[in-house]
């Protein structure tokens, strides 16, 4: 995408675990990310250690301190 000068991406939808991957690569790359908070999710097995609700928050707090800049 650097020839067609694009440095921002819009991230839409995260889901857990995947997309942190996917997400520090391309800020390793050097894009500059944004994500609306509430757009992470995960396919549900029935059998998560850490309440959906608190895996969603730790995410969107390890992407905020580091690498992603949130819309509000």
Do not use: Q
């Not at 997400?23 to 995960?42: C, N, P, Q, R």
């Amino acid at each position: 995408m650097k020839n067609l000068n694009i440095n921002e991406l819009e991230i839409c939808e995260a889901e857990v675990p995947f997309c942190v991957d996917t997400t520090k690569v391309a800020f390793d790359l050097g894009y500059k990310i944004f994500m609306t908070h509430g757009t992470v999710s995960t396919v549900e097995t029935g059998n998560e250690l850490i309440p959906l609700d608190i895996l969603y928050k730790h995410y969107e707090y390890v992407w905020k301190s580091r690498f992603v800049t949130f819309l509000e």
